[in-house]
């Protein structure tokens, strides 16, 4: 068998994804699942589970426990108390790290990280970088941009948009995001774990220099799905409308939604664009999609599952 490499986040977007490109590799798995989350389908991979959480300490060491690898891959997107980001993403980050000074630790991270002063999610991934910084092991953190493809609900809507002729944008016109499609992104997890650069922070994308505008992303929604998509832009004014009426419900306890007030600072933040491309040059990872390809195999992907 080949070295053990724990994971966490297996059932969420990206683990699925992650947990196929570790096994194609030979590496022995073990995941982290907690007891409410079904296991990722993953046809012809063998992975032994450990039931639990980020809170749960006795799961933690178990699923540690002899690792050559740590791949923390699970964290918080949205939450109805914004402290709720520092007790997952920073508070989980140092205990699961804690449990295993000697393995090498990679932190999937995120590039809202850069601007930790955004929102309490950026903040709280900027935490998380700290603490896997101070670690007396091996560490690398991975800042991803948005990532995309199948399987994922939180872009659903933005596609959903889209096939009916209208692709909703933050009012900014000089914008730059950078994109990344699901299985590039495990790809390149896998490929860290396989050839580790040197300890540090590092920026990832889909190789687009100067990232994208808005506008691109229309372009390739419409193409993929056979039809004219107009890039709508939508006033901050309106997106801080939406934000409130959503704390509002948080308040009240409704269920979490992504769009908030701060996550609406981060939308109107004009750069998000990659700017260390450090990491791709030391694994050599060649991205298997462009934007157009991958919007193309996204949009397929939700049509076979009728979810578009």
């Given at each position: 068998?080949?070295?053990?490499?724990?994971?966490?986040?297996?059932?969420?977007?990206?683990?699925?994804?992650?947990?196929?490109?570790?096994?194609?590799?030979?590496?022995?798995?073990?995941?982290?699942?907690r007891?409410?989350?079904?296991?990722?389908?993953?046809?012809?991979?063998?992975?032994?589970?450990v039931?639990?959480?980020?809170?749960?300490?006795?799961?933690?060491?178990?699923?540690?426990?002899?690792?050559?690898?740590?791949?923390?891959?699970?964290?918080?997107?949205?939450?109805?108390?914004?402290?709720?980001?520092?007790?997952?993403?920073?508070?989980?980050?140092?205990?699961?790290?804690?449990?295993?000074?000697?393995?090498?630790?990679?932190?999937?991270?995120?590039l809202?990280?850069?601007?930790?002063?955004?929102?309490?999610?950026?903040?709280?991934?900027?935490?998380?970088?700290?603490?896997?910084?101070?670690?007396?092991?091996?560490?690398?953190?991975?800042?991803?941009?948005?990532?995309?493809?199948?399987?994922?609900?939180?872009?659903?809507t933005?596609?959903?948009a889209?096939?009916?002729?209208?692709?909703?944008?933050?009012?900014?016109?000089?914008?730059?995001?950078?994109?990344?499609?699901?299985?590039?992104?495990?790809?390149?997890?896998?490929?860290?774990?396989?050839?580790?650069?040197?300890?540090?922070?590092?920026?990832?994308?889909?190789?687009?220099?100067?990232?994208?505008?808005?506008?691109?992303?229309?372009?390739?929604?419409g193409?993929?799905?056979?039809?004219?998509?107009?890039?709508l832009?939508?006033?901050?004014?309106?997106?801080?409308?939406?934000?409130?009426?959503?704390g509002?419900?948080?308040?009240?306890?409704?269920?979490?939604?992504?769009l908030?007030?701060?996550?609406?600072?981060?939308?109107?933040?004009?750069?998000?664009?990659?700017?260390?491309?450090?990491?791709?040059?030391?694994?050599?990872?060649?991205?298997?999609?462009?934007?157009?390809?991958?919007?193309?195999?996204?949009?397929?992907?939700?049509?076979?599952?009728?979810?578009?």
């Amino acid at each position: 068998m080949g070295r053990l490499v724990a994971v966490t986040g297996a059932t969420g977007f990206v683990g699925p994804h992650l947990v196929s490109a570790l096994a194609r590799r030979g590496f022995s798995l073990r995941l982290l699942i907690r007891r409410w989350s079904p296991m990722p389908s993953l046809p012809n991979v063998k992975a032994e589970v450990v039931l639990g959480d980020l809170a749960d300490e006795a799961a933690l060491r178990r699923l540690v426990d002899g690792a050559d690898t740590v791949i923390h891959a699970a964290g918080l997107i949205k939450a109805r108390q914004p402290a709720d980001f520092m007790a997952v993403n920073r508070d989980g980050t140092a205990r699961l790290s804690a449990l295993a000074p000697q393995a090498r630790f990679i932190l999937l991270s995120s590039l809202a990280a850069r601007e930790p002063q955004l929102s309490p999610y950026a903040g709280s991934k900027r935490a998380a970088e700290q603490v896997v910084a101070g670690r007396i092991g091996p560490w690398l953190a991975i800042r991803a941009p948005a990532v995309y493809g199948p399987g994922d609900r939180e872009t659903l809507t933005y596609f959903k948009a889209a096939a009916r002729g209208l692709a909703p944008r933050p009012q900014l016109d000089d914008a730059r995001l950078a994109l990344i499609h699901v299985a590039d992104l495990a790809e390149a997890l896998a490929m860290a774990v396989d050839h580790p650069p040197p300890d540090s922070v590092y920026e990832i994308d889909d190789g687009q220099e100067g990232g994208y505008g808005y506008g691109d992303m229309a372009a390739a929604a419409g193409a993929a799905l056979g039809r004219g998509v107009w890039s709508l832009p939508v006033p901050r004014a309106a997106m801080e409308v939406v934000g409130w009426a959503n704390g509002l419900r948080h308040a009240l306890g409704g269920a979490a939604q992504i769009l908030t007030r701060a996550k609406v600072r981060e939308l109107f933040h004009p750069d998000w664009a990659v700017h260390d491309r450090r990491l791709a040059a030391t694994i050599d990872f060649r991205p298997r999609y462009d934007l157009k390809a991958g919007f193309r195999d996204t949009i397929s992907w939700y049509r076979q599952n009728k979810w578009l």
